[in-house]
């Protein structure tokens, strides 16, 4: 299973790549944004009943998408606006909550995005969070299976 995609760079320089979300059968694109904590799903409020309410009133659900063939889980905030980039309308955000969960690289030399899958942890693992790779240049192959071992 290839575990990478290309990164599409929109005319003001946003980074987002193509995804679809299956819980709600809407294709479209998610910004990468390493300066968000959170991801969210956008104009998903009106879409999708269901999810839990987090300590502070927003709603947070769980969703199943796909990027590339490869199905992610991952709990996005809910916010009932839609944002559009130029060309590209937002189904949402990717937040450093998913890029450090699924030890994503981004690769801006070669406009690539990698992840990995959460590794299965043993109960008594600590509960930490990989560091995220931003703007590393991969210059041989031993480069991407040295953050794929991790």
Known sequence: MQNF?????????????????????????????????????????????????????????????????????HDFYLLGKSIKIKEYNLLGILGTDFLSKFRCIINYRNNIFYWNQPKKRAKNEANFSYPIHIGYYITQVSDLEYFAEK
């Open 5 to 73: 995609t290309k990164l599409i760079i929109s005319e003001d320089n946003y980074t987002v790549i193509n995804a679809f979300i299956s819980d709600i059968q809407c294709e479209g694109f998610f910004l990468i944004d390493t300066g968000a904590t959170h991801s969210i799903v956008l104009g998903a409020s009106t879409m999708y009943n269901g999810g839990q309410n987090d300590t502070n009133r927003n709603i947070v659900v769980n969703f199943e998408f796909i990027i590339k063939n490869e199905v992610f889980k």
